[in-house]
C-alpha cells in the first residue's frame, strides 16, 4: 500500500470560516493520480488541499490523522473490505467528528447516489463539474449545506426515503411562476442543459436563458444547485 500523501503543516484550523486566508481544508480522495492533481490544479485559491489518499486504507488513515474539514471522496476506491467511498465514511466519520464528506464521482448511478448519501455524505457531485464547482459545493457542505449535481435530484429524493406517490406541495412561491417558467424550473432543477430545455420546449436557449433568470430572482435563489435543493424540498421533480 503507497503511503498517503500529506501536505507540509497539515493540521487544520477547522475555527477558520472559509473564505479567510486560511482557507477550506480538505483532503482528495481518489485512486487516479492524474484526476487528483488535476483537482488540485483547479480548485479556488481558498480551497487549501491538506494532502491526497489513493485507497480506502489510505483515506481513512489520511482523514484521522488531517481532520479536514471536507473530503472530496470517490465512491469506487480499492482496498479496504471493499465498500469504496461509503466505507472511508462509516470508518473514519466518529473519529474525525467535525469532518464532512463530499462524493464526487464519474458515476451517476442511483444505487451509488443512496449507497453513499445513507453512508453520512453530505453531497455528492459528478466530476464532470469544473474546479470552481467543486470548490463552491466544497464551501456550501462546509458551511452546512446538501449539495447535489442537478440530474441527480430523484436519486437524493430516494436516499432520503421519499414515498412513492407523495404528491408535490403547492407554494406560494410556486404560484409566483408562470407555466412556462415552472416548465422550465422542473428542466433546469433536474439538470437539463439551456440546450436540452430549448428543444424540449421549442423555444430558443437565450429564451431559456431568460426564463431562469425570472425563476431564480422570483424564488430568491442565487444558483442552479440552490433551485435543485429548493424544488426536491417541495417534491417537484
Keep these: 500500500m503507497s503511503e498517503p500523501h500529506a501536505a507540509p503543516d497539515p493540521r487544520p484550523d477547522l475555527g477558520t470560516a472559509p473564505g479567510t486566508a486560511a482557507g477550506l481544508p ?14 488540485r490544479a483547479e480548485l479556488d485559491a481558498d480551497v487549501r488541499v491538506l494532502g491526497e489518499a489513493a485507497t480506502v486504507d ?44 463530499l462524493a ?13 448519501i445513507r453512508a453520512g455524505a453530505r453531497g455528492y457531485i459528478t466530476k464532470s463539474s ?15 449545506d446538501a449539495v447535489f449535481s442537478p440530474r441527480l435530484a430523484g436519486f437524493v429524493l430516494d436516499a432520503f426515503g421519499a ?31 439551456y440546450k436540452e430545455v430549448a428543444g424540449s420546449l421549442f423555444i430558443s436557449p437565450k429564451t431559456v436563458e431568460t426564463h431562469v433568470s425570472a425563476v431564480l430572482r422570483k424564488l430568491q435563489l442565487s444558483s442552479r444547485y440552490e433551485l435543485t435543493a429548493w424544488a426536491l424540498e417541495r417534491k417537484l421533480l
Design 104 to 116: 464526487l464521482s464519474v458515476s451517476d448511478a442511483a444505487d451509488d447516489v443512496v449507497r453513499v
Design 58 to 101: 489510505e483515506a481513512i488513515e489520511l482523514v484521522v490523522a488531517l481532520q479536514p474539514r471536507v473530503v472530496l471522496l470517490d465512491v469506487h476506491l480499492p482496498g479496504g473490505r471493499g465498500g469504496g467511498g461509503s466505507e472511508v465514511i462509516h470508518d473514519a466519520a466518529h473519529r474525525a467528528p467535525h469532518t464532512l464528506f
Design 130 to 144: 469544473s474546479g470552481a464547482e467543486v470548490s463552491e459545493a466544497a464551501r456550501r457542505v462546509a458551511g452546512g
Design 163 to 193: 414515498v412513492a406517490g407523495e404528491t408535490a406541495e403547492t407554494t406560494e412561491e410556486l404560484d409566483r411562476l408562470s407555466a412556462r417558467e415552472q416548465e422550465v424550473m422542473r428542466l433546469i432543477a433536474r439538470g437539463y442543459t
Design 26 to 39: 480538505v483532503v482528495i480522495v481518489d485512486d487516479h493520480s492524474i484526476f487528483r492533481s488535476g483537482l
